[in-house]
């Protein structure tokens, strides 16, 4: 491990991203996610990568389904209306088995909205954004020094799997500056890309990279071939953090930004004699349900806390399936939840 | 658990977001965990400049801050607006070369220091928030003169490098003011 330094969010994401070994990204200005691109256009270049601001975010993620086609470790990343202007692309690289990072750091919505920090693009990013059958791994990291390690994880995930990976954050972590270490070495996985369209040099037959198949029954077959890999990403890339839960009074289900708040609370409800416990969802997608359903019976009730008219909480009330109440508690528009009015809530609903 | 929540306000350009930086790298240096979260909503649209930043013992929690233990006003909108943001024996430091009105509350320890007149006859404006980085390490404690200093090493690009005595001379003024 190196020494601690100062950074931003947004700078960590494509420091991160350029260790991890990509070497491609196209992307278009948003606020609050521009450092991302200003940072690729700084260093691309000397890893003798391509940077290309793009005509439109259409574009962008057109672009990275070319690379990406070619084999090469590829991201984009935009902010919540960019992330929609992506989404035909985002659904054709799904069903073309393209594996590449796409980043959202969110701002309120919906349309235009705010720049402020949100997490109203649960639903798009988890319940497919795009159409069709489709997945993606959706990682929302809640600190600087771990958006590093799970942009990293998002790079060996898509590749694993040939799939698209998400890293879903919001305004204030993508704008805030904290300490991070970078290790010496990143561990990469090194992924079999023979499927790769980069030329046949007249010694193979073609590959054909596709999102069409027009025969219902081989289509059939495409989407069963999906979804077996979405079980087996499923089965072994779902990730939580469980944190201060047994014998939880209540136990608060939040993701990102919102759970470091949480972990405030939890300190100040323990003074006044309460047990707050925390389950923080780090894949949205796959949605650690086991995690929720181990607890289901600790607490008197759930409440999940979220910048968004409550999005996640419908995955907590199927996890918990009934055993408990699950409230919720939610703002928007760019405003945060502070500490005082969680804390109400909790003592409200333990009354 | 020692944790100190700041916040830094005042104009664009007066070195706002720079002070809050300066505070937290030298809180890195010291192996402290900080967290630093610039304004960049529509406030600082209208030339306003704020930044939230804690050192703390322990991983902090929430980067935003409702209330503060330290406020720095570099201009009188900055403390009109974060003035109320203060906890009941918190601390305010406040240019008085800028700011032309009294604390209103009492119950906290009130700091005003002529910083950017202090800084003219030093001959260089930019050194007003560094005075006022001086008084506010004196009285909070929060981290050392000498961290502050490597931390100046560590952000100040090389070529810099050559300010950093008055720097560290407009600190000292700002320590014993």
């Keep these: ?351 | 658990m020692a944790q100190t929540d700041m916040i830094f306000a005042g104009f664009g350009g007066q070195g706002i977001q720079a002070a809050g930086k300066l505070i937290a790298y030298a809180g890195i240096l010291e192996d402290k965990h900080v967290s630093f979260l610039p304004s960049y909503g529509p406030e600082m649209r209208g030339g306003t400049s704020n930044c939230h930043v804690i050192v703390s013992d322990e991983p902090i929690g929430s980067p935003i801050l409702n209330s503060a233990a330290v406020v720095m006003a570099m201009n009188r909108p900055s403390m009109d607006k974060f003035e109320s943001y203060l906890e009941p024996g918190g601390i305010l430091i406040y240019d008085s070369s800028l700011v032309n009105r009294e604390p209103a509350r009492k119950d906290i320890k009130a700091f005003g220091i002529p910083a950017t007149q202090i800084a003219s006859d030093m001959g260089n404006l930019a050194f007003a928030n560094i005075i006022l980085l001086g008084k506010l390490i004196k009285e909070t404690g929060v981290v050392s003169a000498g961290s502050f200093e490597s931390g100046l090493r560590k952000v100040l690009p090389e070529r810099k490098h050559h300010l950093i005595p008055d720097e560290m001379k407009a600190l000292r003024i700002g320590m014993d003011y």
């Design chain 1, 1 to 351: 491990m190196g020494e601690k330094i100062l950074m931003k969010g947004n700078e960590v994401i494509a420091e991160a991203a350029l260790r991890a070994g990509c070497r491609h990204y196209f992307g278009y200005p948003i606020t609050p996610q521009t450092e991302i691109a200003h940072y690729f256009a700084k260093k691309m270049p000397q890893y003798g990568g391509t940077f290309i601001q793009a005509e439109s975010e259409v574009a962008a993620m057109n672009m990275v389904y070319g690379a990406a086609s070619a084999g090469a470790r590829v991201m984009t990343s935009s902010s919540s209306p960019g992330i929609s202007l992506k989404q035909e692309a985002i659904s054709y690289a799904a069903c073309a088995e393209l594996p590449a990072v796409i980043v959202n750091i969110m701002r309120a919505g919906p349309g235009l909205g705010g720049i402020l920090a949100a997490q109203s693009d649960y639903f798009q990013a988890t319940k497919g954004g795009g159409h069709g059958d489709y997945r993606m791994v959706v990682l929302a990291p809640s600190s600087v020094q771990e958006l590093y390690e799970l942009v990293v994880e998002a790079f060996n995930i898509a590749d694993r799997y040939r799939t698209l990976c998400m890293i879903m954050g919001d305004g204030m972590l993508g704008q805030m500056m904290e300490a991070v270490e970078f290790k010496d070495k990143e561990d990469i996985y090194q992924a079999d890309k023979s499927w790769a369209v980069t030329g046949t040099e007249m010694k193979r037959d073609h590959n054909i990279i596709t999102s069409i198949y027009i025969d219902p029954e081989v289509l059939e077959k495409h989407n069963l071939k999906l979804q077996e890999k979405y079980r087996k990403i499923a089965e072994n890339e779902t990730r939580v953090e469980a944190y201060n839960c047994d014998g939880a009074d209540v136990i608060v289900a939040a993701y990102g930004t919102v759970a470091r708040i949480i972990k405030n609370v939890i300190k100040t409800a323990e003074k006044e004699g309460i047990k707050v416990g925390l389950i923080r969802p780090i894949t949205l997608w796959p949605f650690p349900a086991a995690a929720f359903e181990k607890y289901a019976e600790v607490p008197q009730a759930f409440l999940t806390v979220e910048m968004s008219s409550g999005q996640m909480v419908e995955d907590v009330r199927l996890a918990v399936n009934g055993k408990r109440p699950v409230h919720f508690l939610g703002r928007m528009g760019g405003m945060i939840p502070t500490q005082k009015e969680i804390l109400e809530k909790i003592r409200e609903i333990l009354k």
